[in-house]
């Protein structure tokens, strides 16, 4: 893809995710099948599981549940859009999020014993 059809994506992307942070964390903090997924998520978690990344976190939905289940994890999330990473902040305010592209995950100090991507990685269309 020519680099100006990608910046433009990527900042379709970002201005799209902006514009439905409130409305997704709305939605999604109360749907049933969505809680109890990363219920059973979290529930696998044992003592030696305590640095925890959320790639693509969202509204940080995913790391308020772990917190408020297991209080002493040292949690970090990361989205691309900078209205998810405010909502996530004031969703989770003992983790530390920051506005990052997966695709530099590479850039990412730090080790991890759990990382987490949901609902964010796809494949590109065929054909
Ligand atoms: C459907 S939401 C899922 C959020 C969260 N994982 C959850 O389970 O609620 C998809 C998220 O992926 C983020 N996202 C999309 N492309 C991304 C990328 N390249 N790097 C980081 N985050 C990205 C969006 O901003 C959005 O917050």
């Not at 902006?18 to 990363?38: G, H, L, N, T, V």
């Not at 640095?51 to 989205?79: M, N, S, Y």
Request: charged letters at 25%; hydrophobic letters at 40%.
């Amino acid at each position: 893809m020519p680099a100006a059809d990608h910046q433009h994506e990527l900042e379709l992307t970002i201005q799209t995710f902006d514009k439905c942070a409130q409305q997704y964390c709305d939605k999604f903090e109360s749907y049933k099948p969505y809680i109890e997924s990363y219920e059973k998520f979290a529930a696998l978690f044992t003592p030696r599981h305590r640095r925890v990344l959320e790639a693509a976190c969202g509204p940080g939905l995913f790391c308020r549940l772990l917190w408020q289940q297991i209080p002493k994890l040292d949690i970090k999330g990361f989205d691309l859009a900078p209205a998810m990473v405010n909502l996530a902040r004031a969703n989770c305010p003992d983790a530390q999020f920051a506005v990052m592209d997966c695709r530099d995950l590479d850039q990412l100090d730090g080790r991890f014993d759990v990382i987490i991507g949901a609902f964010c990685f796809s494949l590109p269309e065929s054909g």
